[in-house]
């Protein structure tokens, strides 16, 4: 037999993975979410994860940046298991992450500067002044006016409020991005715009993405390595030509039914 390098021990720091989800485990009131997860994340590239409805993307994405704990299992993230730290460090470790969330998530009560501002506040010691240029700066990069700058979110658009949460998520120029869902309920040019967003902010700043999405179009086109969950476990990873190749007939027929995409015939 030739000779093989030993497994990469996943609780090291490692070149190639940003984050490492090994055995994950959570159920809720008994109800069994995720069993025995495990997926690797590519460092700089960007990362969808796909899945049916209430299959656990949101979950598994929460326990990344340690908002959900999980029964059992790992999530290595530059080497440093997140389940075990206590809060402090956990907030430390969180200055890594920017997470644009699942509806945007934006604060009601607070203008789009002052949500953009958000994490300014938290984790840095800028002073006002420099603040307000960053989160100009912020804004002007994802295209939006100024004129934005003392609205409410619900004066917004939805595309508009997705581009105001993805300025709050990108504030502290993170290390890796997390986007749970960053396409849903918008039109098909405005959800090529966010495409056209993410792919554009992965190749200038070779941060790590993590994109959750429900749309088969948009996934291949901007995922780097596509993942599938399924009943609580990774069913299939690769990348896009790798998943049109795929015999896994729970992925195949989530891919078809969407029209979007054509699979490579069996
Ligand atoms: N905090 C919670 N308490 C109890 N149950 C929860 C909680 N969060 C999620 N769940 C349950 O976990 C399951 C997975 O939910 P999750 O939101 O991760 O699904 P999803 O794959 O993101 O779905 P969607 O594509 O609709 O966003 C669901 O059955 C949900 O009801
Ligand atoms: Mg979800």
């Known amino acids: 037999m030739p000779w093989q390098p030993p497994p990469e021990d996943p609780a090291l720091r490692s070149d190639r993975f940003a984050i490492r989800l090994r055995g994950l485990e959570k159920a809720f009131n008994g109800h069994p979410v995720l069993r025995g997860t495990d997926l690797d994340i590519e460092r700089g590239k960007i990362n969808t994860i796909i899945g049916g409805s209430g299959q656990g993307k949101s979950v598994l994405v929460k326990h990344v ?9 790992h999530v290595f993230v530059d080497g440093v298991d997140i389940p075990s730290l206590a809060e402090y460090d956990l907030n430390q470790i969180r200055r890594k992450f920017g997470m644009l969330f699942q509806y945007a998530a934006l604060f009601d009560s607070l203008t789009v500067a002052e949500n953009i501002e958000f994490p300014l506040v938290e984790h840095s010691s800028l002073d006002r ?79 790590t993405s993590v994109v959750i999405s429900h749309d088969m179009a948009s996934t291949f086109r901007i995922g780097d390595r596509i993942s599938m969950l399924h009943e609580g476990q990774i069913i299939e990873s690769g990348s896009p030509d790798e998943i049109r190749c795929s015999r896994d007939p729970v992925l195949r027929r989530f891919i078809e039914t969407s029209g979007a995409v054509q699979l490579e015939p069996l």
């Not at 940046?65 to 299992?73: F, N, S, V």
């Open 129 to 207: 002044a420099e603040r307000a240029r960053l989160v100009r700066e912020g804004l002007a990069s994802l295209g939006l006016p100024e004129s934005l700058l003392e609205k409410y979110p619900a004066e917004l658009s939805g595309g508009q409020r997705k581009r105001v949460g993805l300025a709050r998520a990108l504030v502290l120029k993170p290390e890796i991005l997390l986007y749970d869902e960053p396409t849903t309920g918008l039109d098909p040019i405005a959800t090529q715009n966010v495409d056209d967003m993410i792919r554009d902010i992965s190749q200038q700043t070779r941060v």
């Open 65 to 73: 940046i340690g908002l959900l704990k999980p029964d059992r299992g």
